[in-house]
């Protein structure tokens, strides 16, 4: 397999100008510099064109620049760009309607706008604050819910994102995700996710939290920045028992895997269980800033004032939003199933033959690969997963790392079988390269 020329002159020159100016704490993966991009393909400013497993972290939900979606924004930029939370507009109701009748709960569901995956987990905590009369949460090791001050007090992905950033918002306290992979706690012989439920309760409310000051829990369905982890059958069903039990809402962070990425909606209703908030964010709009929280109508019962921004409900990313939502639930969804299952039984066979995947793991197009150096021990591999990352990108794949040691691949949900094949021969080359530099 042959490598692009890559970083090219153009991209060169432009990052000198990028490291002069662009603020250092952004963590770029490698110098891929975008022009443009097409569905599942994008084009660096040297003329080079890759297939796109990243999708602006799961944000280019329907594909880069679908027409359906570029002729929503372009009919409302001719209309106005925007009027604040002041006042109201149809695209903002549409869009508000249509996301409600997604809600995966039965009751009737309001929301709540932003601009930003943060923003949403925001919301949703000061909803939980003020609706249950409570302070204190409960959320999980290797959480990524976002970088503001309250969001950030849940995650605990990697310890850059928190050092030098103390004192957060208090009233936090962690428990294990349930990875199956990487159980920390004792196996007790049950479902793993329960196992962790039981924690909760018999260590968590025993010692630190008082289960009747626990305004909520907030957990991601599927693990994203953390390594893309997908809990045990058992975690959801026995969360939301917990919950019932101490009267303690369930906030549910779909900012990376929901919008049909894993074949529903809502990654969620994989488990049948009913949350009481959900966040939402990256790929709702298909690339236009947005981002909320859909709630039960019993729970959003916050006063006038108590919340709002000046940018929510903006109309361009309302009209990029609701053309998305089209999209979604007309064919997309119903296609990362499909194809999202073909690239990860092709890979469980790739792993058959390589030594240094450890796991392969995921719902729909939601999959990760995590590396290791030996399969036995599964001492985690950061220099592979990083090796493979690195030649996936010399040989036209874009994709990202989570966690510490795994590759993420969350495609648009446009990705036909074509353009699968050929992420997955440039996968399988990555790693077979990655472990003749790194295994022999
Ligand atoms: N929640 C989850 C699950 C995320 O994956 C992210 C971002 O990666 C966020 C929240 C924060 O979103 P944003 O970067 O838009 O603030």
Redesign the pocket.
Known sequence: MENLPVPGTRTKELLKRDEAVVSASYPRAYPFMMDHGRGCEVWDVDGNRFIDFASG??VCSTGHCHPVVVNAIKSQLDKFLHISSDFYHPKWIEFSERVASTAPFSEPAKVFLGN??????EAAIKLARIHSGRQQFIGFHGA????TMG?LAFTASKPVYRRGFMPLMNGVSHAPFPNPYRPILNDTGSDYGETVVDYIEKVLFQYVVPADDCAAVLV?PIQ??GGYVVPPAGFFPALRKLCDKYGILLIV?????GVGRTGKMWAVENWDVEPDIV?F??GIASGMPL?GILARESVMDWPTGAHGNTFGGNPVSCSAGIATLDLVENNLMTNASEIGTYVKDALEEIQVRHPSIGDVRGIGLMIGVEFVSDKESREPSPEIRNTVEEEAFRSGLITLGCGKNTLRLAPPLVLNRAQADEALAIIEHAVTFAEEELLT
């Open positions: 972290i799961a930003s995956g943060t923003e949403a987990v990524f819910h976002g970088r969001s991601e994203g920045e962070d779909e900012v990376q895997s966040c964010a990256k981002g």
